[in-house]
């Protein structure tokens, strides 16, 4: 069983910065013992839920989708179980809940039927 638990979002402007945060948990293991690899997904309304940006297993590769390409940075510290997802230049049509899931590794990465596990999601408003 995996928990997640996202943090860190919040309403800014357009052209404003946030950092947000996936806490994970195995319970007595860590993600990368259990063989889980994580990603970010976004969902705004009446949209469905797209993929935004993802990690490899090991945390070595990172994958991001080309809409958010140069603004928004995934990263991770596996040894504290956090990942992390830095947007920069937001945009008002990054206005979105955006959540945390963890896959099994050797799956898409960029699917979300790939996603075994999801967080609560952390919502992101981003005024003109």
């Known amino acids: 069983q995996v928990q997640l638990v996202e943090s860190g979002g919040g309403l800014v402007q357009a052209g404003d910065s946030l950092r947000l945060s996936c806490a994970a948990s195995?319970?007595?293991?860590?993600?990368?013992?259990?063989?889980?690899?994580l990603g970010w997904f976004r969902q705004a309304p009446g949209k469905e839920r797209e993929f935004v940006a993802g990690?490899?297993?090991?945390?070595?590769?990172?994958y991001t989708a080309d809409s958010v390409k140069g603004r928004f940075t995934i990263s991770s510290d596996y040894a504290k179980n956090i990942m992390y997802l830095q947007l920069n230049n937001l945009k008002p049509e990054d206005t979105a809940v955006y959540y945390c899931?963890?896959?099994?590794?050797?799956?898409?990465?960029?699917?979300?039927?790939?996603?075994?596990?999801w967080g609560q999601g952390t919502q992101v408003t981003v005024s003109s």
């Open positions: 899931g963890a896959r099994r590794s050797g799956t898409s990465y960029s699917a979300g039927s790939s996603y075994d596990y």
């Open positions: 195995g319970g007595t293991s860590s993600i990368y013992d259990m063989g889980y690899a």
């Open positions: 990690l490899s297993w090991t945390g070595s590769t990172t």
